[in-house]
C-alpha cells in the first residue's frame, strides 16, 4: 500500500502544508500516482464495451486537470515560502462532481450534450473551495445531469466501481466523488444532493456525506437539475473535513438569490463538546415502509435490510453511553411519500431546466443536414441526451400539463409541505419530541452489483426513500459509515435536524467517531487500496 | 393535449408523441417503447399521492426552507458589471457568425 499523503485527512494535509512540512505538489504528486493506481481506463462517451477488467477499477474521474492541478499547488507552495498563509485547505487535493462549472475545465454533466462546454467561469463554492488553497485534480463522475443512483446513466464509460467492491455500485449520483474519495483518490469531494445524491453514495462507499440545509451553500454555477431540491454539500473520509468544508464553501452569495443571509458558524469550534443533553429521536416510519420489492418490483410494505437497522440501534447505543438521550416511536408518517412527490417536482422542474439545451447556445449540435430549426432540436436533444434526461423531461412535462397539474404537480407540493410538517414537529422546542436530530438508516440496502438495477427507473429512485425527505424539507442531512454488513459493505446512518443545525450534526456525528474509535471495523480499508 | 387515454393515468401512444414532439426529442423506436413504459411504471408509483387526504387549504411553498426577513438574502443592486466574459461565451456557441449565433431555417408556417 502506498501509505502516506493520499490517505491523509484534509484537515492533516492542510496543517502540513500550512506549517512547510510538506509541499502542495507534493500531495499532488502521490494523489497522481493513487489515481493512476485504482482508476482504470478513462471513461469516454464511445459506444460502450464492458470489459471484466472494468469490474476490478474505479473510473471516478471524467477528466483529470493535472496541468491546472499543479498551477495551484505551486501557488500554494509559493504563498508558504513567502510567509503567507494558503488557507484552511492548503494543499487539499479536491474532487469535483461534475456538475460544477470550474473555469477552464470540460464541465459535461455527465452527458453527451455538454460533452465539449469548456465553463467559462467557476461555480462560487468551488471558487471558495480553490481560494482557501484546496487543489481541483479533476472532475468526478456521475449519473447524467445527476439523474440516478448508481452512476450507471453517465454517458462516459465505464462507470465508477465501488472501492469496497468494484463489481458494485458506488450510489449516485455522485458515484465517482464518493468512490474518489473512499479510494485515496481526493481527500475531499464537492457534490450535490437533490434527493440522496450525496448522503446515497456517502453510505455505499463508507465515506461521509454531508447535504447542507437549502440556501446554506450557493447554487451559482451548479448545472441545475431541481431547482428547489439542489443542495451542493460535502463528502470526506471522516467529520472534521466534512466541517472544514462546510465552513469554505456555506455563505451569502451575491450571484444566487437563494443563498441564506445566515450566519456562517466555526463548524470546527464545536465539534468535540460531545452530545450530553442532546436529544437524537428513532422513528419506526424510516425502518419499515412500502418500497419496490428488489426482485418483483411490487410496491409493498416491508422493512429495510435487518443488518442496517441493527447498525442504527448500535449507533443509537453508542450516542447514549455519551449522554445523548435517545427519544424513541417518533412519528414521521409522510416519510414513505417522499418518493412519489419527488417524481412530480423534480420532474417538472428537471424538464424546465433543461429546456435550454437547444444546440444554439453552447453544448453539442446535430452536425448533420436538417430542414429547419426544429428538426435540429430534435436531433440535438435526441442524440445528446440519454435515456434518463429524456425520461425525466417527459414525465415533468405530463405532470404538469394543465389538465394534470391540480392532480399531480399540486399536489405533490402539499405533500411536501406535510414531510416538512413532519419534521417541524419532531424538531418542534415546546413540542412532543424536542429533537436535536432524528437518527435514520440511509439507505434500505447497501450497495448492489453493477447492472443490476440500472434500466428500472422505479426501483432506482426508491434508493433514495430514506434520504429524499430532507430534501423536501429543505434540511440538513449527515451519513455516517456505521459498519460492514456480512458481505463487507459499509452501512451508512444518516442524521437529519432543523433548518441551519449542521453544527449539532456534525458534533453529533464527531461524537459517534470517538465513541467507535476503537471498533475492528473502522480500522478495514478497501482491498484494492489494501493490496497496493 | 389529445384526450385519448386507455385508462386514467395511462400514457397512451398518442399522448406520448404529442409529449415526444412538445420536448423536441428524436427517438428511435426502441426508446420509444422503453420510455413510455417507464413513464407508466412511474405513474404508479406517483398514484400513492391520491391515496391519502390532503386538506385543500395546506400551503404550498417554491422550497422547504421557510425565509425569514432576516435570513432572505439581500437584492443586489441593479448595477452592471463588466464580466469580461462575452468572448469566452461566444466560444462555447456551436455557430457564431460576426458574434451572431446562427441557427438552421426558420421554416414559416401558415397560421391555423
Keep these: 500500500m502506498t501509505a502516506g499523503l493520499a490517505d491523509l485527512s484534509a484537515r492533516e494535509i492542510a496543517r502540513r502544508v500550512r506549517g512547510g512540512e510538506v509541499a502542495a505538489s507534493e500531495v499532488l504528486d502521490q494523489t497522481l500516482v493513487r489515481i493512476h493506481e485504482v482508476e482504470g481506463r478513462a471513461p469516454t462517451s464511445d459506444p460502450y464495451d464492458p470489459q471484466p477488467r472494468d469490474r476490478e477499477r474505479i ?42 462549472c470550474v473555469e477552464g475545465t470540460r464541465s459535461t454533466a455527465g452527458s453527451k450534450i455538454l460533452e465539449n462546454f469548456t465553463a467559462p467561469y467557476s461555480a462560487t463554492p468551488v471558487a471558495r473551495l ?38 458494485r455500485v458506488p450510489g449516485g449520483s455522485s458515484g465517482g466523488s464518493t468512490a474518489a474519495v473512499a479510494a485515496g483518490e481526493a481527500a475531499l469531494s464537492l457534490a450535490t444532493d437533490t434527493a440522496g445524491s450525496i448522503r446515497q453514495p456517502a453510505a455505499f462507499c463508507g465515506v461521509v456525506g454531508l447535504k447542507p440545509t437549502y440556501g446554506r451553500v450557493s447554487r451559482y454555477g451548479l448545472i441545475a437539475f431541481a431547482s428547489s431540491l439542489d443542495c451542493p454539500g460535502t463528502v470526506s473520509r471522516d467529520v472534521t473535513d ?115 439545451y437547444d444546440g444554439v447556445k453552447y453544448g453539442y449540435r446535430f452536425p448533420g443536414s436538417v430542414t429547419g430549426l426544429r428538426e435540429m432540436y430534435r436531433e440535438t436533444r435526441g442524440r445528446g441526451f440519454g435515456l434518463q434526461p429524456k425520461l425525466r423531461i417527459l414525465m415533468g412535462m405530463y ?22 410538517q413532519d419534521f417541524d414537529r ?107 | 393535449m389529445p384526450e385519448e387515454h386507455s385508462n386514467r393515468g395511462e400514457i397512451s401512444v398518442n399522448v406520448f408523441d404529442h409529449l415526444v414532439e412538445l420536448a423536441a426529442l428524436a427517438l428511435d423506436p426502441e426508446e420509444r417503447e422503453y420510455l413510455r413504459g417507464e413513464l407508466n411504471g412511474q405513474l404508479r408509483a406517483i398514484r400513492a399521492l391520491e391515496a391519502i387526504e390532503v386538506d385543500e387549504d395546506l400551503p404550498i411553498t417554491s422550497h422547504g426552507v421557510p425565509y425569514s426577513e432576516a435570513t432572505r438574502p439581500t437584492i443586489r443592486l441593479d ?30 408556417e401558415a397560421l391555423e
Design chain 1, 59 to 100: 473510473h471516478a474521474y471524467i477528466s483529470l486537470v493535472e496541468a491546472r492541478a499543479r498551477g495551484q499547488a505551486e501557488a500554494v507552495d509559493q504563498a508558504v515560502r513567502d510567509g503567507q498563509d494558503p488557507g484552511p485547505l492548503a494543499g487539499v487535493p479536491l474532487a469535483v462532481k461534475d456538475i460544477f
Design chain 1, 399 to 420: 405532470v404538469s400539463g394543465e389538465q394534470y397539474e391540480r392532480d399531480y404537480y399540486r399536489r405533490a407540493l402539499q405533500v411536501r409541505s406535510l414531510i416538512r
Design chain 1, 242 to 356: 466534512a466541517g472544514l468544508m462546510l465552513g469554505a464553501i456555506a455563505g451569502e452569495d451575491p450571484a444566487d438569490a437563494t443563498a441564506a443571509a445566515v450566519e456562517v458558524p466555526d463548524y470546527l469550534a464545536e465539534l468535540e463538546r460531545g452530545v450530553e443533553g442532546l436529544r437524537v429521536g428513532l422513528s419506526p416510519n424510516y425502518f419499515r415502509l412500502a418500497y419496490p420489492d428488489p426482485e418483483t418490483g411490487e410496491l409493498r410494505e416491508q422493512s429495510i435490510d435487518p443488518q442496517i437497522e441493527a447498525a442504527v440501534h448500535r449507533a443509537a447505543e453508542s450516542l447514549a453511553k455519551a449522554g445523548a438521550e435517545i427519544v424513541e416511536d417518533v412519528p414521521m408518517p409522510h416519510t414513505h411519500l417522499g418518493i412519489p412527490a419527488y417524481f412530480v417536482i423534480s420532474r417538472v422542474e428537471a424538464a424546465s431546466n433543461l429546456h435550454r
Design chain 2, 79 to 108: 448595477k452592471a458589471r463588466d464580466a469580461m466574459l462575452a468572448e469566452a461565451i461566444l466560444a462555447q456557441a456551436p455557430m457564431v457568425e460576426n458574434r451572431y449565433l446562427v441557427v438552421p431555417d426558420i421554416p414559416q
Design chain 1, 130 to 167: 480553490e481560494a482557501a488553497g484546496a487543489v481541483t485534480v479533476g472532475k468526478a463522475n456521475l449519473d447524467e445531469f445527476t439523474f440516478g443512483s448508481s452512476n450507471e446513466s453517465s454517458a462516459f464509460l465505464p462507470p465508477p466501481g465501488n472501492p469496497w467492491d468494484p463489481s
Design chain 1, 426 to 532: 419532531a424538531f418542534n422546542a415546546d413540542g412532543k419530541h424536542r429533537l436535536d436530530a432524528l437518527l435514520t438508516p440511509t439507505t434500505p440496502t447497501t450497495a448492489f452489483e453493477l447492472g443490476r438495477v440500472y434500466g428500472d427507473s422505479v426501483l432506482m429512485q426508491y434508493a433514495d426513500l430514506l434520504t429524499v425527505p430532507a430534501n423536501h424539507a429543505g434540511i440538513p442531512g449527515l451519513s455516517l459509515p456505521a459498519g460492514f454488513d456480512s458481505g463487507g459493505l459499509p452501512i451508512g446512518v444518516q442524521l437529519l435536524g432543523p433548518d441551519f443545525s449542521e453544527g449539532t450534526l456534525l458534533r453529533i456525528g464527531r461524537s459517534f467517531e470517538l465513541a467507535t474509535a476503537d471498533e475492528a471495523w473502522r480500522s478495514r480499508r478497501p482491498a484494492l487500496i489494501e493490496t497496493l
